[in-house]
T-cell receptor, first 113, second 112 residues
Framework: GDSVTQMEGPVTLSEEAFLTINCTYTATGYPSLFWYVQYPGEGLQLLLKATKADDKGSNKGFEATYRKETTSFHLEKGSVQVSDSAVYFCALNYGGSQGNLIFGKGTKLSVKP | DTAVSQTPKYLVTQMGNDKSIKCEQNLGHDTMYWYKQDSKKFLKIMFSYNNKELIINETVPNRFSPKSPDKAHLNLHINSLELGDSAVYFC???????????FGPGTRLTVL
């Protein structure tokens, strides 16, 4: 079945460091790919998405590119801030009647000042 | 103007009790979901409803039952609560012909 694998956390960085969170997927078809973020004590918010190969999603300085050849959707940010501390989830879905999200296990990011 | 809301935010109860969690969305979406997040933050789909019809029913215990009185609401009823039901439950909604889901703030259920 379809699945999403994320790098294990927690990840601890200093402010202004470069961030990469790896995500790879296994899919039988051509899903859309997502990054959701969960700030402490809050629900999930969509961070960015990409719907087809070579698409790049971006938001708030974060970027991820849909790589079909490597089945990856790695999240990057050039300079993290303390306010980026959160849990990040990579996910996929197909939309339509099979619209439920399949999540990775989440990666906790802590940014120190 | 909360898009997806859940009540209550926190729920503490005893084993064996029956409880409900409510979810409402004002986005006009036609598909709603319930997800469970365990203590390790892992998220898994429980149910989804499209136009008041259950279209996904993962292998959750039949003590859990979703009920949708109308397109804007999907409530979760849990009978005979067990310790292992302690988790955070998230409601989400989506428009059928799009792929983006919008999540509620979550309900933290603690079973003692």
């Amino acid at each position: 079945g379809d699945s999403v694998t994320q790098m294990e956390g927690p990840v601890t960085l200093s402010e202004e460091a470069f961030l990469t969170i790896n995500c790879t997927y296994t899919a039988t078809g051509y899903p859309s790919l997502f990054w959701y973020v969960q700030y402490p004590g809050e629900g999930l918010q969509l961070l960015l998405k990409a719907t087809k190969a070579d698409d790049k999603g971006s938001n708030k300085g974060f970027e991820a590119t849909y790589r079909k050849e490597t089945t990856s959707f790695h999240l990057e940010k050039g300079s993290v801030q303390v306010s980026d501390s959160a849990v990040y989830f990579c996910a996929l879905n197909y939309g339509g009647s099979q619209g439920n999200l399949i999540f990775g296990k989440g990666t906790k990011l802590s940014v120190k000042p | 103007d909360t898009a997806v809301s859940q009540t209550p935010k926190y729920l503490v109860t005893q084993m064996g009790n029956d409880k409900s969690i409510k979810c409402e969305q004002n986005l006009g979406h036609d598909t709603m979901y319930w997800y469970k997040q365990d203590s390790k933050k892992f998220l898994k789909i429980m149910f989804s409803y499209n136009n008041k019809e259950l279209i996904i029913n993962e292998t959750v215990p039949n003590r859990f039952s979703p009920k949708s009185p109308d397109k804007a609401h999907l409530n979760l009823h849990i009978n005979s609560l067990e310790l292992g039901d302690s988790a955070v439950y998230f409601c989400a909604s989506r428009q059928y012909d799009t792929d983006t889901q919008y999540f509620g703030p979550g309900t933290r259920l603690t079973v003692l």
